[in-house]
């Protein structure tokens, strides 16, 4: 059953969005060398408590943190630790929630720590942004679920990997519906598996986490023995890229971004529904 939420209902997730939006701009400038993935743990709970939110990772399903920091190879649910020190050239993926009156924001981005990145890696990212941004304006009224997976895969297989080959679109985890629930349906695909036929049809109120996790390498991931951190089988480095986006009758508006995805959807000609908080 996919939750189908009023606009009373997004502007409260929009809320919830925005202090996500605000623990992503406190760890992108706390990720620097010589932090750990700790240190940036203790920033996201500082955000989370000046904004009067709650934190919709840790104790989920056991997670022991309030936000996921993957670095390099490890592509999502990685462990903050004291033990993990960031260092120049790294790239790290940060996964992080809240809950505002009930109902949950989620988005993760990728950022690079220090300098002297490889063009394969800032390419990297780009491309999974970009493909995020892709399946955020194929979020159209009366378009199918598949639409937006469609609209992800295309962009990715359409880049040019430096180097040859093809980027690895990671296939055992994906996006997901959002509401008063981290994890809710519909399960979104960032490819097109067409035994799963067309998906829901998307109507106002529709809300997903839409989330595009793309390697250098291979697709095929391996769980570490913590039972969380999910890494590339062949030890290629990853980009993850989240937005939680809900779809209005006036078109979708993009809930963890702070302008609301206004500016990139129109660079895609797309026009962004009006802020549901004004």
Partial sequence: MVQIKSPEQIAKMRAAGLVVAAIHAAT???????ATTRDLDQVARKVLAEHNAKPNFLGYGGFPATICTSVNEVVVHGIP????VLK?????????GAIVDGWHGDAAYTAFVGSGHAPELIELSRVTEESMWAGIAAMKLGSRLVDISRAVETYIRRQPKPGGGRYGIIEDYGGHGIGTEMHMDPHLLNYVDRRRGKGPKLVPGFCLAIEPMVSLGTPKTRVLEDDWTVITTDGTWSSHWEHSVALTDQ???VLTAPDGGRAKLAELGVT???DPLG
Avoid: T, W
């Fill in 88 to 96: 120049d050239g790294d790239i790290i993926s940060i996964d992080c």
């Fill in 81 to 84: 630790s004291d033990d993990v």
């Fill in 251 to 253: 078109g979708p508006v």
């Fill in 272 to 274: 962004a529904a009006p």
């Fill in 28 to 34: 992108r400038e706390a990720a620097v060398p010589g």
